[in-house]
């Protein structure tokens, strides 16, 4: 037998297929956990192993690939997993939320919205929503199994009576098609409402963990609260210096070592996008308001 | 409560068996515990009472016989003909379980609110202010100070943490009680102190509980019947004072001679 040294993609085609039967099953159950024989993957666990192989399972030579890091098309992750992904399948690259069909991303849902030709391709540290509560994989499989689900409301309980409000701010806890509870992967809970009733299809990767999991287009995700501790995404109370944006997740920066700081956009395009068409302050505006402090 | 609900018992007991492969662990127990009663089950350790105990309550399969439980529809029936999940629901609604180790029985990094809240959520309670209220309750009823509702039961001494764990198991009122040793590893004033609360609780709730013990001064508290176990079968059983006081089986003389006079 002669295998190939190159296959389109980085993986082999059984691989891929092994990986695409397990997406096909998470979509077909939406939020459940599935298994899969995750690969070994030339970079180390914690940098979107599981993404990258739901991406080069689902890539075809058409696609435009898109890969963000907090909302940032230029940091190293980002950068790097989509030098991968060139290297090994040549495929058209954007920075361009609207001109991508595959977007992997980390710790982020794009500003502008996702349509149906889209796929949003999320890395996953940890794919179990009741880890902390229940360290027994026996036992949080038989809870996903018969839905008991009171330990989730356990936390944000702890949350409450802890901080009096629900202090979770990332990888906010949401019940999948009225079904299966699901880690939304470390997204801002800002970030959350964008799951419900998506166009595009969103799937999860889980490297280390072996999990993968997905919400079909149109699902209903609902984050999970108290009736009198309702959910609330949270987001700086301040607009964005260079856009002027007051609806997007805001990054805080450190600008000197005087505790000087500003708000930016997260979203890298999103932010560019609106500079280009005209909005937001000019650079020497938000220097003169620098000086004021 | 209708006569029909004194008159059927709660559980039925009917030639429970369990061979751990060649070991026998418990063999032909066969009893009826009726609502508001207290039966202890004594003996010497690896007598049985712990395997009685998770056959019992369901945790582990009988290799023979069976458990019949009255559920609140009047209806008499097998734990092991029920499915899965409407046995972890009776788990977590309509029964308790008191661990001797209170680091088994409760969540040792959550507050001692949401150890009691805990049951509430499970079975939907989605309304923080009402959970806290309960839990408050709940806390106040098992001499608990108010102010420690925060506080993790890593903080709490060994008697706070085995009354912790009764509240957590009492808060969805259940109907039926397990208590494996709840008073082993406490001193004897903390005992006496939870031996109180428990007897309390028990005749205000109208509980029916099964105490496992080895020792026969919590059995004559707490309890009306009695049954003792030695080497994997009941060799004795009957009301409390009655088998206590007149022992017939030699075995149990010889528990019952072994206290130490106060």
């Known amino acids: 037998m002669t295998a190939p040294a190159y296959n389109f993609a980085y993986l082999d085609e059984q691989t891929k297929r092994m990986i695409r039967r397990a997406i096909l099953k998470a979509i077909a159950i939406p939020g459940y956990q599935v298994p899969f024989a995750s690969r070994e993957m030339p970079m180390p666990y ?17 696609d435009v690939l898109k890969v963000i890091d907090q909302g940032s098309d230029d940091t190293t992750n980002a950068v790097s997993i989509r030098k991968f992904f060139v290297k090994t399948a040549g495929v058209k690259t954007t920075t361009t939320t609207t001109e991508a069909t595959v977007i992997q991303t980390r710790h982020r849902i794009p500003e502008t919205p996702l349509g149906d030709h889209q796929v949003l391709v999320y890395q996953v540290p940890i794919p179990e929503p009741l880890r902390f509560l229940e360290p027994r994989e026996t036992e949080t499989r038989r809870m996903h199994a018969l839905s008991e689900y009171g330990l989730m409301h356990v936390k944000l309980y702890e949350d409450i009576s802890r901080h009096g409000h629900i202090a979770t701010a990332y990888a ?8 299966y509870v699901m880690d939304p992967s470390p997204i801002p809970k800002f970030d959350n409402p964008k799951m419900n009733d998506c166009p595009a299809l969103q799937l999860f990767g889980a490297g280390r963990e072996k999990r993968i999991y997905a919400i079909p287009p149109y699902t209903q995700v609902v984050s999970l609260d108290f009736e009198d501790h309702p959910f609330e995404p949270y987001r700086h109370d301040a607009s964005c210096e260079l856009c002027g944006a007051t609806d997007s997740y805001l990054d ?21 996008t609106r500079r280009a068409m005209g909005h937001g302050t000019a650079a020497e505006d938000t220097e003169a308001a620098h000086d004021d402090r | 409560m209708s006569a029909l609900d004194t008159e059927e018992p709660l559980l039925v007991a009917d030639g429970l068996t369990k061979y751990y492969g060649r070991q026998l662990g418990c063999r032909d127990a066969s009893f009826e515990l009726y609502e508001g009663e207290v039966m202890a089950v004594v003996g010497e350790s690896g007598s049985g009472k712990s395997t009685l105990l998770q056959l019992l309550s369901g ?4 290799t023979s016989g069976r458990v019949l439980y009255r559920m609140r529809d009047g209806a008499a029936t097998d734990l092991w003909s029920m499915s899965e999940p409407m046995r972890r629901f009776l788990y977590r609604t309509d029964w308790g379980f008191v661990h001797q180790d209170p680091q088994r029985g409760l969540r040792m990094g959550v507050s001692a609110g949401g150890n009691v809240g805990e049951r509430l959520m499970a079975v939907g309670w989605r309304n923080y202010a009402d959970i806290r209220g309960v839990a408050t309750d709940w806390l106040g009823r098992v001499e608990i100070p108010e102010d420690r509702i925060d506080d993790t039961p890593r903080t709490y001494s060994g008697g706070m943490r085995q009354r912790l764990q009764i509240a957590r198991n009492l808060v969805t009122s259940p109907r039926l009680i397990f208590m494996d040793e709840p008073t082993g590893g406490l001193d004897v004033s903390v005992q006496a102190r939870l031996l109180d609360l428990l007897r309390r609780i028990v005749s205000e709730m109208r509980l029916a509980a099964i105490v496992v013990t080895h020792d026969l001064a919590v059995a004559r508290l707490l309890s009306n ?3 003792v176990m030695k080497g994997g079968t009941v060799i004795e059983s009957g009301l409390t004072d009655q088998v206590l006081d007149d022992p017939h089986e030699p075995y149990t003389q010889l528990l019952v001679s072994s206290i130490l006079p106060a």
Do not use: H
């Open chain 1, 252 to 272: 805080e920066v450190i600008t000197d070592d005087r505790g000087t700081r500003m708000f930016v956009c997260s979203d890298t395009d999103y932010c560019g």
């Open chain 2, 59 to 62: 945790q582990i399969e009988p």
């Open chain 1, 46 to 62: 914690g940098w979107g192993t599981g993404g990258v192989q739901v991406t080069a399972a689902i890539l075809g030579p058409n």
């Open chain 1, 172 to 179: 906010y806890p949401v019940k999948v098609d009225d079904r």
């Open chain 2, 225 to 227: 019947r009695i049954m």
